[in-house]
C-alpha cells in the first residue's frame, strides 16, 4: 500500500523502492519504540516553504462582475440637513418623483421611496445634490461573507475555485458533532519525545549507518491541534494508539479536511470545526527505518476502516490506494462503514502517466452508494495529469497540477517541514535523526489532496443534515459542476464539487 | 402554463371585463365588492408538504363582482398565500431538512364569469369558470437574486358557490374552487417538485365570502 503521490519533489522514490529491495532480505526483526515524555516543547513553525505569487482575494468587483451588486430598486437612503421643513424635504423628493418617506428607529436618516424603474444611484446623486440634503444613496444588500482571516488564505486558490466562502455563509465549518478519520501515515496530533532505534540501511547502493538509539521530538502541527481535536487515535503500523505522523502526508491531508481557520494563523481547512480521528494505517520511510512491526497491507486499511467507524467516525478519507488486484477484505471494510452509516471518500490515484492501471480500493466507489472515489484537477479546473481515469472515478475536486500551474499550483497546508524530516535525501554524510516538531507550509499535490476536500464537504452535508451516505454521494453528484465531456465522464466523474449549491439543496420550485 | 398564449389570453382579460361593466346597462348592473378567507390544498401535495411542511393553507382575498343582465355576473379577485418553510434535499422519497429559512408567496390575480341561480330567494347560487395570472415568489436565505423565484403563470379555474343574503347591502357565502396551474412547478431538475413529479401549482379552495352591495 502506498500514499498517492505528494507534491515536493521526492527524487528518491524510485530510490526507496530500490533500497526496500535491497534490504527486505536482511530485515532485522522490528524493533520497537518507547514513549519517553509524555509532554514536549509545542510544534515550530518556519512558514512557507517557497515565494508563491499571492492569489487575488475575493472583492467587491469580483461579486458585481459576478452579477452579484445587490442593489435594492424602488428606494433610498436620505439624510436632510437638520432643520429641514417636512414642507421643504417634500419639495425635494417631489422632484425625483418620490411620493412617501419612511423614518425609522435607531436611524437619523430616511428611507425614501422612488420609482421602480429608475436607477437608485442615478437618482440618489439627484438628491445628493440638492441643498437641504446631507446624503443619499442607494441600498446596497449586505451579506455575511465569511473569508477567513488565515493570513496565507489568498494562496489557497482551491477554496475560492469551490465558491468556500459563500459554502462556509451556510455552514461554517461543521462542529464537533462531526469526527472525521483520517486513514493516512498518521497525524502530528501531539506533542512528545519518543525513542526508536534507527538501523542501517542502502540505497542505491550507497550505505547509511545505523543511528542506534534516537530520541526523536513530535509536536501537535500549531494550525490544527486545538482542545478537543483530536479523538480516538489509533496506529495499526506501531499497534498502539500513538499514530504520530513521520512522514508528513496524513498531517497535510488532515490540513484540507479540517486545518483551524479564521484563526490569524496560516491556512484554512473545509471543515474546520470538526473532529479528527487520526488512523494510521500506512508506513512512511522512517516507519520503515525504525523498523515499525507492521506494513500499509490491505488488511491494515481494513481494520483501521473498522475500527474508525466503530469509534465514531461519521466521515472517512482515504487518501491512499495501490494497482493491482481486487481486494475483498477493503471491499468488505467500505461495505461495513456504509452499512454503520459512514460516508467514505477515496483518492482516485495517480497512474494516469504510468499505464492508468486500475485503483484499489477506489475501483469499489462505482459499486457502494457511500463511498466516492475522487479525481483532481488543477487551478486551471482542468484533470490534473496524473490523475487516473476510469469508471471508479465519481467525482473531482482540487488536488493540484504543479507541472502546468507551476509551483504554487498545488494544495497549500501545513504539515511536517523536509528539511528536518527527509535527512536521508541529502546523501550519507548529511544523515541525521528526524525531527517532526518543525512545521512549514507546503504544496503538494495528488488526488490525495483532492479528496480531503471531499471529506470536509462531507461533514458540512452532515453537519447540515444530510445523514445517510447514499444521499450524500447522491447531492453531491447532483449538484456537481460538469466538466470535460457532457454528464458523467471517466476524468471528472460528475465534475467538481459545488459545495455551496449542494448545502442550499431544493426548493419547491428551484 | 407559462408566459405565452395563455398570458395573452389572461392579459386580455381585464379588457373584457371592464366592456362588461360599460356595456351593461346602469339599471340593471350590480357592482359589488367582497372579501374572503379560506383554505387552499395544492394539487402538488408532496412537494408542498415537504417544503412548506403542510400542503394545505390559508389564504385570503377580496375583489370586485359585477351582476350583468340574465343572471351572468363578472368578477375580478385577487388574494395572497404566504407561507414559511425549510430549503431539503429528497433522495430516493427521503426527505432531508437542511435548515435554509424558505418563504413561499403566491398572489393570484383571476376573472370569473358566470351565471347566479337567481330566482328572487335570499339564497342564491352561483357557478363560473375563468383565467388567472399566478405570480409565484420564492425566497430563501442565503440565495442571491437570481437564485430566488419571482415567475408568472396562468391558470384556469371553475368555482361553484352559495350566496346568503344576509341584509340589502351584506350577503354571506360560501365557494369552492378548483384551479389548475400547469407546468408551473418542476421546471428546474434540482427542485422539490420535480422530485415528486408534480407540476401544477393550482389546488381546490373553500372560501367564506363577505358581499357588500346589492
Redesign the interface.
Given at each position: 500500500m502506498w500514499v498517492m503521490v505528494r507534491a515536493r519533489a521526492r527524487c528518491a522514490i524510485a530510490a526507496m523502492v530500490l533500497w526496500a529491495a535491497a534490504t527486505a532480505a536482511q530485515q532485522p526483526a522490528p524493533s520497537f519504540r518507547t514513549l519517553v515524555a509524555d509532554t514536549a516543547a509545542p510544534g515550530i513553525d518556519r512558514g512557507v516553504r517557497d515565494a508563491d505569487r499571492p492569489t487575488a482575494a475575493r472583492t467587491t468587483a469580483t461579486e458585481r462582475a459576478a452579477g452579484r451588486d445587490g442593489v435594492v430598486r424602488g428606494s433610498l437612503i436620505v439624510k436632510f440637513r437638520p432643520g429641514t421643513a417636512p414642507v421643504a424635504k417634500q419639495s425635494v423628493l417631489t422632484r425625483v418623483n418620490s411620493v412617501a418617506t419612511q423614518s425609522l428607529s435607531y436611524a437619523d436618516f430616511d428611507i425614501v421611496s422612488i420609482d421602480a424603474a429608475a436607477d437608485p444611484e442615478a437618482v440618489a446623486r439627484q438628491l445628493a445634490a440638492q441643498p437641504d440634503v446631507e446624503y443619499a444613496q442607494a441600498r446596497y444588500r449586505l451579506h455575511a461573507m465569511y473569508t477567513p482571516n488565515d493570513p496565507l488564505f489568498p494562496r489557497q486558490w482551491n477554496f475560492p475555485a469551490l465558491d468556500m466562502e459563500r459554502a462556509w455563509d451556510i455552514n461554517p465549518g461543521a462542529t464537533t458533532a462531526i469526527t472525521v478519520a483520517v486513514l493516512d501515515s498518521g497525524v502530528a496530533y501531539r506533542s512528545t519525545s519518543v525513542r526508536f532505534t534507527a538501523r542501517a540501511f542502502t540505497v542505491n547502493g550507497v550505505p547509511f549507518p545505523s543511528l542506534g538509539a534516537v530520541t526523536v521530538p513530535f509536536a501537535a502541527a500549531p494550525d490544527l491541534a486545538g482542545p478537543d481535536r483530536f479523538v480516538a487515535p489509533r496506529d495499526f503500523i506501531w499497534n498502539d494508539t500513538d499514530p504520530l505522523d513521520m512522514d508528513g502526508h496524513g498531517t497535510h491531508v488532515a490540513g484540507t479536511i479540517g486545518q483551524l481557520t479564521n484563526n490569524s494563523v496560516g491556512v484554512a481547512g473545509m471543515a474546520f470545526n470538526v473532529r479528527l480521528m487520526p488512523v494510521k494505517v500506512i508506513d512512511g520511510d522512517w516507519d520503515f527505518i525504525f523498523g515499525s512491526p507492521f506494513e500499509g497491507t490491505d488488511d491494515l486499511v481494513a481494520r483501521g476502516v473498522r475500527y474508525a467507524v466503530d469509534n465514531g467516525a461519521r466521515v472517512l478519507n482515504m487518501s491512499i490506494g495501490r494497482a493491482g488486484p481486487p481486494s475483498p477484505v477493503m471491499t468488505e471494510a467500505l461495505n461495513y462503514a456504509v452499512s454503520q452509516g459512514a460516508f467514505v471518500v477515496v483518492a482516485a490515484g495517480n497512474d494516469f502517466l504510468d499505464g492508468n492501471p486500475i485503483q484499489r480500493p477506489a475501483d469499489v466507489a462505482e459499486r457502494i452508494d457511500g463511498v466516492i472515489a475522487v479525481g483532481a484537477i488543477g487551478r486551471d479546473r482542468v484533470r490534473a495529469r496524473y490523475s487516473s481515469t476510469g469508471s471508479f472515478v465519481e467525482i473531482s475536486a482540487p488536488g493540484g497540477d504543479m507541472v502546468r500551474n507551476g509551483s504554487d499550483g498545488g494544495i497549500l497546508q501545513q504539515t511536517l517541514d523536509p528539511d528536518f524530516t527527509d535527512t536521508y535525501l541529502g546523501g550519507a554524510s548529511r544523515y541525521r535523526a528526524p525531527r517532526f516538531d518543525v512545521f512549514a507550509y507546503q504544496f503538494f499535490q495528488g488526488t490525495s489532496m483532492a479528496a480531503p476536500h471531499v471529506a470536509g464537504f462531507a461533514a458540512l452535508l452532515m453537519q447540515q443534515g444530510i445523514t445517510s451516505p447514499a444521499a450524500i454521494e447522491a447531492i453531491m453528484k447532483r449538484y456537481a459542476t460538469d466538466l470535460g465531456a457532457a454528464g458523467r465522464d471517466n476524468e471528472y466523474g460528475y465534475g467538481l464539487i459545488n459545495p455551496r449549491a449542494a448545502l442550499r439543496g431544493m426548493g419547491l420550485v428551484k | 402554463m407559462r408566459l405565452g398564449v395563455g398570458l395573452r389570453l389572461c392579459a386580455s382579460v381585464p379588457l373584457w371585463f371592464v366592456l362588461i361593466i360599460l356595456m351593461a346597462s346602469p339599471t340593471s348592473a350590480q357592482v359589488r365588492g367582497f372579501a374572503d378567507l379560506g383554505v387552499t390544498t395544492f394539487t402538488a401535495k408532496e412537494?408542498?408538504e415537504?417544503?412548506?411542511g403542510s400542503s394545505s393553507g390559508l389564504v385570503f382575498g377580496g375583489g370586485v363582482e359585477v351582476t350583468l343582465p340574465a343572471n351572468l355576473f363578472a368578477t375580478v379577485r385577487a388574494s395572497r398565500f404566504r407561507a414559511d418553510?425549510e430549503?431539503?434535499?429528497?433522495?430516493?422519497g427521503?426527505v432531508?431538512?437542511?435548515?435554509?429559512p424558505?418563504t413561499?408567496t403566491i398572489t393570484p390575480v383571476e376573472f370569473t364569469g358566470g351565471y347566479r341561480f337567481d330566482r328572487g330567494q335570499r339564497t342564491v347560487p352561483y357557478v363560473g369558470g375563468g383565467v388567472g395570472l399566478h405570480r409565484?415568489e420564492?425566497t430563501?436565505a442565503?440565495?442571491?437574486?437570481?437564485?430566488n423565484?419571482k415567475?408568472s403563470f396562468t391558470g384556469y379555474h371553475v368555482l361553484g358557490g352559495v350566496e346568503f343574503r344576509a341584509t340589502r347591502l351584506i350577503a354571506l357565502g360560501g365557494e369552492a374552487q378548483w384551479t389548475t396551474v400547469p407546468d408551473?412547478?418542476?421546471?428546474?431538475a434540482?427542485?422539490?417538485?420535480s422530485?415528486f413529479d408534480e407540476s401544477d401549482l393550482g389546488g381546490v379552495s373553500f372560501r367564506v365570502k363577505v358581499v357588500i352591495g346589492r
Open positions: - | 412537494s408542498v415537504t417544503v412548506l418553510g430549503r431539503v434535499f429528497v433522495f430516493n427521503e432531508f431538512n437542511l435548515g435554509i424558505a413561499v409565484y420564492e430563501s442565503f440565495a442571491d437574486d437570481d437564485e423565484v415567475e408551473a412547478l418542476g421546471q428546474d434540482n427542485s422539490v417538485a422530485q
